[in-house]
């Protein structure tokens, strides 16, 4: 693994979080007495928010959906993330990067708060230089490609050397814009058919990345 900069998605990539995510998401619907079948066929952890909701209830106005969400966000911040878990082998992969050098981030489409919380409860709050999340800025929203970019600006890190990690055909699509490196990994969320159709590196253990 020979890159100066190693920028990790969070959902999917380096821990499960869906049982936490999705038992608020159920939590949440329940209190409004919305159909939790339907979302849970139709909900995908990984891309923004706000437009995923915005398809799911589609003949709803973008006010009822932001009240959902923001309805959802402090039952999750809340939930103090008891069944949120690494994947088998991402502890052991970070420890072998940072002893090699890596500089390693996190870029991901959750809000920084719950983000630097999941972190903590693993013991990885000083593994990872930054975390960059879409409300890092107060009163903006970036996108996992512009976080990307502000990132290696931020560090003087050239984008030639670094790479983007990710489960989802999205954070593919985010690397290849900031210019960085990037590689698909199988163990999480995203779907394998988009992936491959980026012709990127797919990882179906992370143990594969230190051989690459």
Known sequence: M?????????????????????????????????????????????PPLEPTVREIFREETRQWCEELIAEFRAIYVSCGFPETRPYPGIPELLARLQAQGAE????????????????????????????????????????????????????????????????????????????LKTIGVLWGYGDRAALEAEQVMLLKRPEELLRK
């Open 2 to 46: 020979n890159f100066d900069g190693c920028f990790f998605d969070l959902d999917g990539t380096l821990c499960d979080t869906a049982p936490d995510i999705l038992g608020c998401w159920r939590k949440t619907l329940e209190r409004r007495g919305l159909d939790w079948g339907r979302f849970e066929r139709e909900f995908q952890i990984g």
């Open 104 to 179: 390693l981030f996190v870029a991901t489409n959750k809000l920084l708060q719950p983000s630097r919380e999941i972190l903590k409860r693993n013991g990885w709050s000083d593994l990872f230089r930054k975390v960059f999340a879409p409300d890092l800025i107060a009163g903006e929203r970036h996108s996992k490609a512009e976080l990307l970019s502000l990132a290696v600006r931020e560090y003087g890190l050239r984008p030639s050397r670094c790479v983007m990690i990710g489960d989802t055909a999205g954070d593919v699509k985010a690397g290849k814009e900031a210019g």
